[in-house]
């Protein structure tokens, strides 16, 4: 369960407030993937920070009786001048797991070569979130955040990536941003649509994609 009390986000763009999230109430059942659907700059990956902790409301609160990933993809949180391997053992410290398990995980899976021992800083965007989606899959969490991240890499590394996020499917949950249907019906079977600072739930993923579609048109 994830709740959302009167939660609030906004920016300030050239001059004007921008409200992303305007006093939003409202609660996500346990147990289900949900595909989170909304046009660009309609603030989907900044409501994934918010639940991942990793951004603060301007308002209001989330509340959840489970454990969250932080958005995969996202390197925020990854420390530029730290080295793939330092940043990996710091999150196992945070995240209270096995150091070496986690890092003998990470290095197989993201296949970052010697650039796993090399400042996070000189890697690629496709690195970065190599190690991202590595370090998220290595860690058993309850719900996990997912920014599009399976289309990273190659297509050997794709198929990988979706390989395993299907198995932790099989014991966990996932929010996921994907502009393709066919991913969200991959691995989702309800939705969430944010538009205008709102977020509506769908506990059928078709009404959801077909609310997103027709407010595109």
């Not at 006093?23 to 346990?30: A, G, K, M, V």
Request: proline letters at 2%.
């Amino acid at each position: 369960m994830i709740r959302f009390e009167h939660l609030s986000k906004g920016f300030q763009l050239r001059g004007q407030r921008k409200e992303v999230i305007r006093d939003l109430t409202l609660e996500l059942p346990s147990g289900r993937s949900l595909g989170l659907l909304g046009r660009n700059g309609a603030g989907k990956s900044t409501l994934l920070q918010l639940i991942a902790g990793t951004m603060r409301p301007d308002s209001g609160r989330i509340v959840s009786d489970g454990s969250i990933s932080w958005p995969v993809g996202f390197g925020g949180s990854f420390h530029r001048e730290m080295t793939g391997i330092q940043n990996i053992r710091f999150i196992a410290r945070i995240y209270g797991v096995d150091s070496d398990e986690l890092v003998a995980f990470v290095e197989d899976f993201a296949e970052l070569g010697r650039h796993f021992h090399m400042p996070v800083r000189s890697y690629s965007a496709g690195m970065r979130a190599r190690l991202t989606f590595g370090a998220s899959m290595g860690i058993r969490f309850d719900t996990y955040l997912v920014d599009e991240t399976t289309a990273v890499g190659d297509a050997a590394f794709r198929r990988k990536s979706r390989s395993i996020f299907r198995e932790r499917m099989k014991h966990a949950s996932a929010i996921m941003v994907s502009h393709s249907p066919r991913q969200l019906r991959a691995f989702c079977d309800a939705g969430i649509v944010l538009e205008n600072g709102k977020l509506r739930y769908f506990d059928d993923l078709e009404e959801a994609i077909e609310l997103h579609e027709r407010q595109l048109a």
